[in-house]
């Protein structure tokens, strides 16, 4: 057999790392969101972000980089992670989330410091200058006041600063990344309290019921216009939408497990895989069973059943197909008994 070894290398190393800032969009929300999903990973309970003239400093209370200079040597390394944290197999993090501040056009230079030590990394050099990326543990520096948690100090233009600011705030900005770490993080920018409840869209229109899903807490909602109709997981703290039509939305509250697979590297969306596949058909399970239990009659209305039994719903999605017991024939007589009237028992559509 061939000896050669760089036969077995089927990565160029130097290739990759020149092409990791494309994986990014360049959006300081993906900045603050990969930073907020390392404090929670390393069980953070407080953030603490300041802004000044130079850029903003981001401060978590943490366990820190482990390790002395392995963990700044794991922080920096792409794909790999450490957490001390008993979800972290669940999370399963790309290794890839720090990378997204350093990647960024309007960053110059930013600074990391754990325990007694701490390291500056010029952003211009570090993608493209391999003597200067390569030798990175030879600028670490040690400093007289340890720090507890992790604390990165971010150099950049005045206005990503001011960005920062109205994201965090809520000043007119979209997308501001807080929301949904309620339960995990206290955050603060410049002594503000930063909002983590739920957004608003998320809990909009009528609860039709509350169950678990692979120990998740899940909630169905129905939407009177289903372009309003919106999902979300909350993947320990971070909100990942997923598009879906009709009228009937979901609420997925992640805090163990692994239920779904989100995009790498920052979460963007929903894998649509067989994972998603098994909870849209547990969905549609839960849902049918609810609108057709005889207990649930005097709660459900007319109009759920209707958007439920839409064509759209029949023949592109099979909910009557996932439930042998029903067909339309019993749906009808089911309506009917509820007294809905002749106009919903008419809308029923004829499906084979």
């Known amino acids: 057999m061939h000896a050669d070894t760089t036969l077995s290398t089927l990565v160029n190393a130097d290739r990759v790392r020149s092409s990791i800032r494309r994986l990014f969009t360049g959006e300081i929300i993906e900045v603050l969101g990969e930073l907020l999903q390392n404090s929670q990973r390393a069980r953070s309970s407080d953030v603490i972000i300041t802004t000044d003239e130079a850029g903003f400093t981001y401060t978590d209370n943490g366990h820190g980089l482990l390790g002395g200079p392995a963990g700044f040597h794991t922080l920096l390394k792409i794909a790999e992670s450490e957490f001390d944290n008993p979800t972290i197999d669940d999370q399963d993090p790309m290794g890839l989330g720090i990378h997204a501040l350093l990647a960024h056009e309007h ?9 007694a030590q701490a390291l500056t990394i010029d952003t211009a050099r570090w993608w493209a200058d391999q003597a200067y990326y390569s030798t990175w543990f030879e600028r670490l520096e040690t400093i007289e006041t340890p720090v507890g948690g992790l604390r990165v100090v971010v150099q950049c233009a005045p206005k990503l600063r001011e960005i920062v600011q109205n994201i965090l705030l809520d000043r007119g900005a979209n997308g501001n990344p807080a929301p949904g770490y309620a339960d995990l993080l206290r955050i603060t920018l410049d002594g503000v309290a930063v909002n983590t409840s739920l957004p608003g869209w998320v809990s909009a229109g009528e609860q039709l ?77 839960q849902l049918f069973s609810f609108l057709f239990d005889p207990a649930n009659r005097d709660r459900v209305k007319p109009e759920w059943v209707t958007a439920a039994m839409s064509r759209h719903a029949c023949l592109q999605q099979g909910w009557w197909r996932l439930c042998p017991m029903w067909n339309i024939g019993t749906a009808r007589s089911y309506m009917a008994s509820r007294r809905f009237g002749r106009t919903i028992t008419a809308a029923m559509p004829s499906c084979p």
């Open 107 to 115: 960053v110059s230079a930013v600074r990391f410091e754990s325990g």
């Open 209 to 285: 019921f509350e169950t678990i899903y692979q120990g998740c807490s899940l909630t169905v909602r129905y939407q009177c216009e289903p372009y309003h109709a919106r999902a979300a997981v909350n993947w320990y703290g971070q909100i990942i939408r997923d598009e879906i039509d009709g009228h009937f939305s979901y609420y997925l509250h992640v805090r163990n497990g692994r239920p779904l697979n989100p995009l790498s590297p920052s979460r963007r969306g929903l894998i649509d895989d067989a994972a998603r596949g098994a909870l849209i058909t547990f969905i549609k399970d």
